[in-house]
């Protein structure tokens, strides 16, 4: 299932100058941001979004990030994020893909989150409930 | 060596409120804005920048990251931001650690760097030799 | 003209989450990036791009920023960003305006820009003759 | 006062690379954020933080800021960043300068703060006494 063909949720995107750093290319940081964004997205189309979760003292907080870089991406870009979900346990690891709208892979990586319920590890039951149709 | 208590370089930084997001702790894709100064830092102490690299046609590119979240830096935090380097071929892996001052693991990621000459891959041998003490 | 009704450009965008700071709202300088991103993307429209400027040896440079801020934009807002150009002598600016999607005036800005020919203060003619249609 | 040789505040900050934009000088909105640092840390320096002020209810907004740009910063640059404070009315308003390490005008702005009191406009009277011995 991890970054099948038939991810769940997808965002087109395009590269905004300010993300570029001085070789022309996207900074390496800024692709979490833009899979960041595409897990929050995805999360509102479910029908939750992470900061109403924050303001029910349960907060989604990355564990792990896995990630590869194959090809840059440029000013001018548009691309495509997108996202398989996972649950193992108390992880829920999204497995995203970035490919320019060419279809040129871009990156690929695999964010583990777990969840505090008021600040304490927690199983992520209610928001394993709310994702229950990705799972 | 990945990760020894005996890294070949560390640098003290402090949290900016700005890095922080609505949960109150730095949002995860600064600290590979973190570990990226960290790395220019150490270059630019082993006499080379990768400003000036960039300007001589070798770039160096990042690859893979595989980074682990162990606790969140806060405002006002003040951290050790600390690496050792790895030669695999034509991969250069920076081991990275930070460490709140108060000794407490936040983050240890592994950074994978390939070095493109004139924008084709290369063995970075160039950049093998400035680092050749540390390797 | 400034700021009127009738801008020769607009954008809409959307909040992203990592914009945000601890008090929940759109940091103040993420209004500049939306605000060059808009400049950006109208220059694109306009047939010209800032990173090809640049590798022509132009760079357009801001040497002014005067912006108000009326209302804050948070988690999943839409807003319109929008702007009209106006020249006076070597300086181009913007009149750039934020509203939310529901019309609430979020920002206005007045950019001022430069441009710099190989590095050098230039009256920028060939910029103005790129927007001549606007101006 | 404003922008006087007797800053109440100052604070040397280094240029990191991926603040620099392909133009190989500091993106403008960064100066923002070196200066929402400055003022965070001339407020830590004064006693209080504006994260404590936040869970207190209080928070500070930028209303207005008025920047000029006079030369850029680039790699590797060290820089001062400096700041008075003038109170008018509900007004804060911080004069901030910041110079490169040889004496270099980079950039002058008025940031002009009000205070929320849970949500709320408020005169700011709790905040300016914290900070009466600077007004």
Do not use: W
């Amino acid at each position: 299932m991890p970054h099948t063909e038939n991810p769940i949720f997808s965002l087109e995107m395009e590269v905004r100058d300010y993300e570029l750093d001085t070789e022309q290319i996207v900074n390496n940081a800024n692709y979490l941001h833009y899979m960041e964004h595409t897990r929050h997205k995805f999360c509102e189309a479910a029908g939750v979004r992470f900061i109403d979760l924050h303001n029910d003292g349960i907060d989604a907080v990355v564990r792990k990030i896995d990630i590869e870089y194959f090809s840059p991406l440029r000013s001018g870009d548009i691309f495509i994020s997108s996202l398989n979900l996972e649950r193992k346990g108390a992880r829920f690891i999204f497995h995203q893909v970035i490919r320019r709208n060419d279809g040129e892979l871009i990156t690929k990586g695999d964010i583990t989150c777990v969840m505090l319920k008021d600040g304490k590890m927690s199983r992520g039951d209610e928001v394993a409930a709310l994702f229950s149709s990705f799972l």
